[in-house]
């Protein structure tokens, strides 16, 4: 089918081609020889194949242009308007125009956006023989066309929508970049991230450019429907497309297409009169239909007007009233713009009586919303008798991403749904996916792995309506936002939806768990959750797990059966250790600068405590070297990672290079410790896993790490 | 089941062609009216016509009479491709024999529609429409 679709596209720009050689000659000929039958009945069929053509192959602005120049031609092939130089003029223009598409069709495969709606105006005017100033643009449009034609290239939408994904991942991985950066604008570093977020703003600035399309694509689908519309209601309706070239992002061309198409369904149904009905009224039986697409202020502006009955608004006022949907004394009190905003309430248009009567209103709460939720608006004018206009104001381009809205606390937050892994219903009791508590830590349980949690509720410091566990219907979203991976449990997931993705401003936009606003279909704000900040507020460092997805499902396949679990860590060597989570009581990280050398051992604060940090690797690997650790421990780069371990009843931090896992027993098969230091070794995948004795790590880096005064005894307040 | 397809447009023979092989026709073409008159008598039976309206040389309505005036095709149902504009000739041309119109554009339905209003069934066996 797709092969034949492009032999018929190459056979009309063959013969479109043949067509347009002829007509230049045929129209000088005519100049000469104004009143030619032969020669106007040959011009006007050519332009008559030229326009059959088009309205299948989609090429609307080609068919708006042709089908102009049939007006005309037809109008001087009846003898009903004479040849002179005006007309020869916009009929040249006419194949010009032409000529420019269809070069544009041949390299791009698609209508160029160039507008065309003057020459169109201008052909319409000649027809209708008003004697109209010359106009040159069109031409102009076209040699521009034919100049930009050639560097063009034809992109598959799919690629361009990758694009557009990929861009929005470089514009979180930016903001995160931002966020470390922030107050360090001595370091070298400093004038590197400033050109990344120049770049990156100016890269997402230029690919959502790319996705721009013309307004054509939508009007070309109207002809068809406002024909066979109004051939169903028996009224007879002449359509007008004008500003097919307004260009809009592709996504908010999809979004409108259904309210626009709803909106002249309206017009045509229950606008535009029955030719007999008009003809009564004094109008031409005809209706008239007008689309206009146009720029505005940044936005743009589409316009449905029709000539049609118009709103009644007494109608309104009495029928709002009667419906109970404003008091009386309101409604009675009400002017133009606000009863015509009563349109918009949903309920209201349920009213045959209504619709029938005054025109339109069904389904317009429906729009209304629809177009809010893209960042639009929309509005009514209408005059008793004389028609129509509905206004749509649309945002140029806007990020339309699909999310889940979730509840918390009787406060809904949207989540990205790229970030979400899948919902899980958390059962109690050892069901499969229990919440544990892991020495501090809340997990859950989920086919034999444990994921790390963080509680909404907690995390923002909601409070208010009933808490999560209350309610029973609790759900886990796992969110895999980047590498790590986490349960975020909030009370209830209410469904999912596209959400359009505004900026934050203000003091929101610094806090790093929102990564925008939405604004939902009722008209309420909705923050959406920047699942990795959420993650790195509720310091999560220890899932870098998923990167390790290998291990971590050899894993899973092992036993699921409870027994110990382990923390697995990566050593500077890349090569694994494990820790029994036994002896873990929480995982922190520390800031580098924030570790002290006290009496040759490193310690950092720690819940008002010092806590002596063993470097693991250190005591391993370089243990006759630097016996302390210490050396390592200061060396480290950025954040130490560290599992703050129970030890000889008191705690000490276990350094490790950084923390991957938490396992639930995969050492099915145990070996024999490789050195002192560790107590057993397995193998998961092909990697050698060494166990951790951290008692005896301890005492290897310091007989007494507990000598260092103050140090923390205890652990349990 | 034989198709023929009438129109000097190219493009529109592949369209109208396209649709019909869809609906399972075999299709036969011819550029203008005198040509389609060939046609039939050469690539016999014809099942049903297709043909445009406004052709160079011998035009759809002076095609339609020159066929009904031959006996063996007078019973052959020809339908008018026709667009808006022409819609006031639609009645001559019913007139002088012409079984249906299908107005431009037109969609696969729209031809199957018109085929069922003839009682022309579908080559694939299953009724159209």
Not at chain 1, 502 to 511: A, F, T
Not at chain 1, 608 to 626: A, Q, T
Not at chain 1, 680 to 687: E, K, L, N, S
Request: aromatic share 4%; proline share 5%; hydrophobic share 45%.
């Amino acid at each position: 089918m797709e092969d034949r679709l492009d032999e018929i596209a190459e056979a009309f720009l063959i013969e479109t081609r043949e067509i347009l050689g002829k007509l230049d000659n045929h129209l000088l000929a005519l100049e000469k020889d104004p009143a030619s039958p032969d020669l106007l009945s040959e011009v006007f069929r050519a332009v008559h194949t030229v326009k059959g053509s088009c309205s299948f192959l989609g090429f609307s602005k080609l068919e708006a242009v042709a089908h102009a120049g049939e007006d005309l031609l037809a109008r001087l092939r009846a003898g009903e308007r004479a040849m002179d130089p005006d007309a020869a003029d916009a009929l040249l223009g006419m194949v010009d125009a032409i000529r420019a598409v269809l070069a544009g069709i041949e390299s791009s495969g698609q209508e160029p956006p160039e507008d065309h709606s003057a020459l169109v105006s201008r052909l319409k005017r000649l027809a209708a023989s008003d004697p109209v100033p010359p106009v040159r643009e069109a031409r102009a449009a076209g040699a521009e066309v034919r100049e930009a034609a050639e560097t063009t290239v034809r992109v598959a939408v799919g690629l361009l929508d990758g694009l557009m994904n990929r861009v929005g991942e470089l514009v979180l991985t930016r903001n995160r970049f931002l966020a470390e950066a922030a107050g360090r604008e001595e370091s070298p570093f400093w004038p590197i991230v400033q050109s990344l977020d120049a770049i990156t703003a100016e890269l997402q600035q230029e690919t959502l450019k790319t996705r721009m399309q013309p307004v054509d694509t939508l009007w070309k689908r109207f002809p068809r429907t406002v024909r066979d519309l109004a051939v169903t209601c028996g009224k007879r309706v002449e359509l007008d497309l004008e500003g097919g070239g307004t260009e809009l992002d592709r996504t908010v061309i999809e979004a409108i297409k259904d309210p626009l198409t709803h909106i002249v369904r309206n017009a045509v149904d229950h606008g535009i009169e029955a030719p007999e009905l008009r003809a009564a009224r004094g109008k031409p039986a005809a209706g008239r239909l007008l689309l206009r697409a146009s720029h505005a202020g940044g936005q743009v502006r589409i316009e449905i007007a029709d000539d049609g009955a118009g709103l009644d608004l007494e109608r309104i006022r009495s029928r709002a009233a009667g419906s109970g949907l404003v008091p009386a004394e309101r409604a009675a009190a009400m002017g133009e713009r606000e009863l015509l905003e009563l349109v918009f309430l949903p309920g209201f248009s349920t009213s045959d009586e209504v619709t029938t009567v005054s025109g339109r209103g069904v389904g317009m709460d429906v729009v209304r919303s629809r177009l809010k939720s893209i960042g639009g608006s929309v509005e009514l004018d209408t005059r008793l008798g004389k028609g129509t206009t509905v206004r749509m104001q649309i945002p140029l381009t806007v990020a339309i991403i699909p999310a889940f809205i979730a509840a918390c606390r009787g406060q809904r937050f949207a989540i990205s749904r790229k970030d979400i892994l899948e919902l899980v219903r958390p059962g109690r009791d050892g069901s499969r996916a229990a919440i544990e508590n892991l020495g501090g830590t809340p997990v859950c349980r989920l086919r034999g792995r444990l994921l790390p949690l963080v509680f909404l509720d907690r995390e923002l410091g909601l409070a208010g309506a009933e808490a999560a566990a209350a309610s029973g219907s609790e759900t886990v979203v796992v969110l895999a936002p980047g590498e790590r991976r986490f349960g975020l449990v909030v009370d209830e997931v209410l469904g999912a939806e596209e959400i359009v993705v505004r900026s934050l401003s203000g003091r929101v936009r610094d806090i790093p768990v929102y990564s925008g606003s939405t604004l939902m279909g009722d008209g309420s704000v909705v923050l959406i959750l920047d699942a990795d900040g959420l993650a790195r507020k509720s310091r999560l460092d220890a899932g870098e797990a998923v990167r390790e997805g290998a291990l971590s499902a050899e894993a899973e396949d092992s036993q699921e059966e409870t027994g110990s679990l382990y923390l697995l860590a990566r050593a500077p060597d890349d090569g694994r250790m494990a820790i029994d989570l036994g002896v873990v009581e929480r995982l922190e990280h520390f800031e580098r600068n924030a570790v002290e050398r006290v009496g040759g051992l490193a310690v950092v604060k720690y819940d008002h405590e010092i806590l002596p940090l063993v470097e693991v690797s250190d005591v391993l690997v370089e243990r006759r070297r630097k016996p302390r650790g210490v050396e390592g421990v200061q060396r480290a780069e950025g954040n130490i990672h560290s599992a703050v371990c129970r030890c000889r009843g008191r705690r000490v931090g276990v350094v490790v290079d950084r923390i991957l896992d938490i396992l639930a027993d995969p050492l099915s098969v145990r070996r024999p410790p490789s050195r002192e230091g560790v107590s057993f070794t397995a193998v998961m995948g092909d990697r050698v896993v060494e166990i951790l004795d951290v008692e005896r790590i301890v005492s290897m880096a310091d007989p007494d790490p507990f000598s260092v005064p103050g140090a923390a005894r205890g652990g349990g307040e | 089941m034989k198709a023929l397809v009438v129109d000097d447009s190219r493009t529109m023979r592949l369209i109208i062609g396209r649709e019909l092989t869809a609906l399972g026709f075999e299709v036969v073409e011819a550029p203008d009216g005198r040509r389609a008159l060939e046609v039939l008598r050469e690539a016999s039976p014809i099942g049903v016509v297709f043909s445009d309206w406004n052709m160079p040389g011998m035009n759809g309505l002076e095609f339609v009479k020159a066929a009904r005036a031959e006996a063996s095709f007078r019973d052959i149902p020809i339908i008018i491709v026709t667009t808006v504009t022409e819609m006031g000739a639609v009645a001559s041309i019913l007139e002088a024999g012409a079984n249906e119109y299908l107005m431009k554009p037109f969609t696969r339905e729209a031809i199957a529609e018109k085929l069922a209003l003839l009682e022309l069934s579908s080559p694939d066996g299953g009724p159209l429409g």
